[in-house]
């Protein structure tokens, strides 16, 4: 089935873009733009915003298991718009947001991520929960994991 839905949506913390993660784990980025209609640039109701991609013509691609029923795609910004993360199924993967460029994936299943959400005050640190109910505790700068 080669037909993606939407399987999660979320604002970048700027209010300038959305972020759409599909079943097929591509994530797509679109971004409202400063005009005479939307002066501030920021997501608005009233102003469609544009489908974005870097030069570099890059995807945000996450690895999706060969039977992808039943995954739980989750998806997590920083809380300064650098980095986002996510995984449907497979290994977790960050991406950079200005160049769409992978960072590091890491965590192969089983067990697979069900929930990513970057620390409060530190974008190095990442919470994920697992689907056996477990959490770990992933830290950027030093590719570690914590159980």
């Known amino acids: 089935d080669s037909v993606s839905k939407v399987a999660r949506l979320l604002y970048t913390n700027s209010g300038v873009s959305i972020l759409a993660l599909g079943t097929n784990g591509l994530q797509r980025l679109w971004k409202w733009s400063r005009s005479e209609q939307n002066p501030t640039g920021k997501a608005t109701a009233s102003v469609t915003p544009q489908h974005w991609q870097p030069n570099s013509g890059l995807l945000m691609t996450n690895d999706v298991p060969e039977n992808p029923e039943g995954t739980i795609p989750c998806i997590a910004l920083s809380k300064n718009d650098s980095y986002v993360m996510s995984a449907c199924g497979g ?48 830290n950027v700068r030093v590719d570690e994991v914590k159980t």
């Open 91 to 138: 290994k977790v993967s960050l991406f950079n947001m200005m160049t769409f460029k992978v960072m590091t994936t890491f965590m192969p299943p089983p067990p697979a991520s069900t929930f990513l959400a970057f620390h409060p005050q530190d974008n190095n640190i990442i919470a994920i929960g697992m689907e056996d109910s477990t959490i770990h505790i992933y």
